[in-house]
């Protein structure tokens, strides 16, 4: 059965209900989950007095607007988020792409400027829905990535972005945890960037998080007591696999610079680089591996 809608009115409804819920930008949220059910952009949601849709799809426009009053996260009932100007397929298998990781990416991008179709290794640990190596890829043309991750479901997600960017013949994908698929694979000292966007959420901070936020699977973000549980791995196992100069590059908590950075002086590498996010909090380190 076919319905006619006045979108005003739609647009109007989905904004109240939105309101009622709590949802802060009630008004954008709605004009987006709209366009998204209709599949037409925002703009003509305002050109357009009616439209007809399928009694099917106004069902899931009730549907995802009770969701989204859960407060179900957007990228999941939308099914992509925006990273690096590229949409990328998200569901609930993983970490939704965060704005600030954008700085991870940008900072191998940056040390590998001048030699852009040099035939880069890269390892990218604990890929989640592979934003990080497929974004890398877009930007290095002579690529290879080799990804891991413990979930199966999580690389699953990270297969369909990198078929849908192009770049799946460039990736290699391992299931398990950090480094341990890669023992045997004849990869050591070869490798000339290692990055990673571990859990880091510490305890109190999983306790707080946000309702949407816990959506999201808690593997991803807790990093024990602490937040700190998998970088002495990280830091350590990475001096195995990286060449002599190459770069190690981490996302890190706003409280744990200090931490890392006396993990990291430990011996094998050089002075690290701390780099800011938008909000000015210390972010991602880079530093490289001594020749």
Not at 177 to 183: N, V
Not at 193 to 220: C, H, Q, W
Not at 229 to 251: C, D, V
Request: with cysteine; aromatic share 10%; proline share 4%.
């Amino acid at each position: 059965m076919i319905l006619k809608i006045i979108l005003k009115e739609e647009l109007k409804k989905g904004a109240e209900y939105l309101l009622h819920a709590g949802i802060k930008h009630y008004q954008l949220e709605s004009e987006i989950l709209l366009s998204h059910i209709l599949e037409v952009s925002r703009e003509k949601l305002h050109i357009r007095d009616e439209a007809d849709i399928l009694d099917e799809k106004y069902a899931k426009w009730m549907s995802v607007l009770a969701e989204r009053k859960k407060l179900r996260p957007i990228a999941y009932l939308l099914g992509k988020k925006e990273f690096m100007s590229m949409d990328f397929f998200v569901d609930e298998n993983v970490l939704i792409p965060r704005p600030e990781t954008e700085f991870l990416v940008e900072k191998v991008q940056e040390l590998a400027r001048d030699k852009r179709n040099f035939p880069w290794w890269i390892i990218d640990l604990g890929a989640g829905s592979g934003n990080i190596a497929v974004s890398l890829l877009k930007h290095l043309n002579e690529g290879l990535v080799f990804a891991t991750d413990i979930s199966g479901d999580a690389l699953k997600v990270a297969k369909k972005n990198a078929e849908k960017h192009n770049v799946e013949n460039r990736i290699v994908f391992f299931e398990g945890c950090w480094f341990l698929p890669f023992e045997g694979k004849n990869l050591e000292g070869k490798m000339d960037f290692i990055v990673s966007n571990p859990p880091y959420l510490t305890r109190v901070e999983m306790d707080s998080i946000t309702p949407d936020v816990g959506y999201e699977p808690k593997k991803a973000l807790y990093g024990g007591e602490d937040g700190l549980r998998f970088y002495p791995g990280i830091i350590n196992g990475a001096l195995k696999f990286l060449k002599p100069g190459g770069y190690l590059i981490l996302e890190i908590g706003v409280e744990h610079k200090e931490k890392i950075l006396n993990l990291i002086d430990n011996g094998g590498y050089d002075k690290p680089e701390v780099i800011k996010d938008y909000s000015g909090f210390d972010r991602v380190i880079a530093v490289r591996k001594t020749v």
